[in-house]
Nanobody, 122 residues
Framework: VQLQASGGGLVQAGGSLRLSCATS????????IGWYRQAPGKQRELVAA???????DYADFAAGRFAISRDNAKNTVNLQMNSLKPEDTAVYYC?????????????????WGQGTLVTVSS
């Protein structure tokens, strides 16, 4: 399983960026794909996630400004970020959770992309 995150960059406060997480194979094979971020000196935190069913979750700081979506044709999960603030500055990572079974045992494996830097200037 490989994940490739892209789309980060430098943007002024109030601007927008669109992050993309390309997966190896269909995004539907994963239980959930999420975007996380980690700012300097802080713990990694969930930004938004989308399940194979299409349902989505957002962190409070992301609700209303960010939108996660899936492009089935391109096998990507995208994060549209609007009204960006300096506090959104962080490295953004995508993570995919894949469930496999061996006999009666269920395994959940996490796969991370390499991260893409988002810098929001004031």
């Amino acid at each position: 399983v490989q994940l490739q995150a892209s789309g980060g960059g430098l943007v002024q406060a109030g601007g927008s960026l669109r992050l993309s997480c390309a997966t190896s194979g269909s995004t539907f094979r994963f239980n959930v794909i999420g975007w996380y971020r980690q700012a300097p000196g802080k713990q990694r935190e969930l930004v938004a996630a989308i399940r194979s069913s299409g349902s989505t979750d957002y962190a409070d700081f992301a609700a209303g400004r960010f939108a996660i979506s899936r492009d089935n044709a391109k096998n990507t999960v995208n994060l549209q970020m609007n009204s960006l603030k300096p506090e959104d500055t962080a490295v953004y990572y995508c993570k995919a959770v894949l469930t496999t079974h061996k006999g009666l045992t269920r395994y959940e494996n996490d796969y991370w992309g390499q991260g893409t830097l988002v810098t929001v200037s004031s």
